[in-house]
């Protein structure tokens, strides 16, 4: 009794342990955002890497999500008669929940692993030390133009994900379900709100955030060796999907609620 005890004690500590380093992680990392010097240079690449070179996975997983959606949507409503809402079902669930979601778990695979390793292969070879001794902070320099990356650009691929994903249902309700498009396109605007866009678009930059945060504290704090970046890696992909999910629901909650 005493000894599962003592696990559960060491397993609370251990936890609350690493809340605290995220905590003070995250402090630093923000308010090393506003102050200078600014590293654009390392921004820009940051921005092209996860803004230009996520679109054609963004941009495929939106396309066929809205397709299926359409799909989906005719076979249940065609039950109830109520074929004439599929526009109106797909434009409000890709802008409002699946663009936003599944742009952020496909570039939380992408980018978050990415970084990981980046920065994990870093700590491994003392590049960081190194960084310390060269009076550069690697918080300032590695760390915070991730984030602020990470939360700019993933509104603007959710953007383009939504208007893909619109254009898929589009498709399919157009060439395969029969629809008259002129209906179809009236359809899609008649419900659609601005609200419902900025909703989306907000959900992307806390993913965006996330996704970055998770990937530089994984690789900053990486073990040493293969292993350790390896295991950073996964981490980092695991806990920003999963804290995807869990800020997608407290978002909602927010503005729903």
């Given at each position: 009794?005493?000894?599962?005890?003592?696990?559960?004690?060491?397993?609370?500590?251990?936890?609350?342990?690493?809340?605290?380093?995220?905590?003070?992680?995250?402090?630093?990392?923000?308010?090393?955002?506003?102050?200078?010097?600014?590293?654009?240079?390392?921004?820009?690449r940051q921005v092209i890497d996860i803004g230009y070179y996520s679109l054609p996975v963004v941009g495929l997983t939106t396309l066929f999500s809205g397709m299926v959606l359409a799909l989906q949507s005719y076979t249940g409503f065609a039950r109830f008669s109520a074929e004439d809402t599929v526009a109106t079902v797909v434009v409000l669930s890709v802008t409002r929940?699946?663009?936003?979601?599944?742009?952020?778990?496909?570039?939380?695979?992408?980018?978050?692993?990415?970084?990981?390793?980046?920065?994990?292969?870093?700590?491994?070879?003392?590049q960081i030390d190194a960084l310390d001794t060269l009076s550069t902070r690697p918080m300032q320099y590695l760390v915070a133009p991730r984030i602020l990356a990470g939360t700019i650009c993933l509104p603007f691929l959710v953007l383009v994900g939504d208007l893909i994903g619109v254009f898929g249902g589009y498709l399919v309700g157009v060439y395969r379900l029969g629809f008259n498009p002129s209906i179809y396109l009236a359809r899609?605007?008649?419900?659609?709100?601005?609200?419902?866009?900025?909703?989306?678009?907000?959900?992307?930059a806390v993913f965006g955030f996330l996704i970055a945060l998770?990937?530089?504290?994984?690789?900053?704090?990486?073990?040493?060796?293969?292993?350790?970046?390896?295991?950073?890696?996964?981490?980092?992909?695991?806990?920003?999907?999963?804290?995807?999910?869990?800020?997608?629901?407290?978002?909602?909650?927010?503005?729903?609620?």
């Amino acid at each position: 009794m005493i000894g599962f005890l003592q696990n559960i004690g060491r397993t609370s500590l251990a936890f609350l342990a690493a809340i605290g380093r995220l905590v003070l992680f995250t402090s630093s990392a923000i308010r090393w955002t506003f102050f200078p010097p600014y590293y654009l240079r390392q921004l820009g690449r940051q921005v092209i890497d996860i803004g230009y070179y996520s679109l054609p996975v963004v941009g495929l997983t939106t396309l066929f999500s809205g397709m299926v959606l359409a799909l989906q949507s005719y076979t249940g409503f065609a039950r109830f008669s109520a074929e004439d809402t599929v526009a109106t079902v797909v434009v409000l669930s890709v802008t409002r929940e699946l663009g936003p979601v599944l742009a952020g778990l496909m570039v939380a695979g992408r980018i978050g692993a990415s970084m990981a390793a980046e920065i994990g292969t870093m700590r491994v070879t003392d590049q960081i030390d190194a960084l310390d001794t060269l009076s550069t902070r690697p918080m300032q320099y590695l760390v915070a133009p991730r984030i602020l990356a990470g939360t700019i650009c993933l509104p603007f691929l959710v953007l383009v994900g939504d208007l893909i994903g619109v254009f898929g249902g589009y498709l399919v309700g157009v060439y395969r379900l029969g629809f008259n498009p002129s209906i179809y396109l009236a359809r899609t605007m008649e419900f659609l709100e601005i609200s419902d866009v900025t909703l989306g678009l907000i959900k992307a930059a806390v993913f965006g955030f996330l996704i970055a945060l998770m990937g530089c504290y994984h690789g900053y704090h990486s073990g040493r060796g293969a292993e350790g970046v390896g295991r950073a890696t996964t981490n980092a992909v695991v806990s920003s999907s999963i804290l995807i999910l869990i800020s997608n629901y407290l978002v909602t909650a927010l503005f729903f609620g």
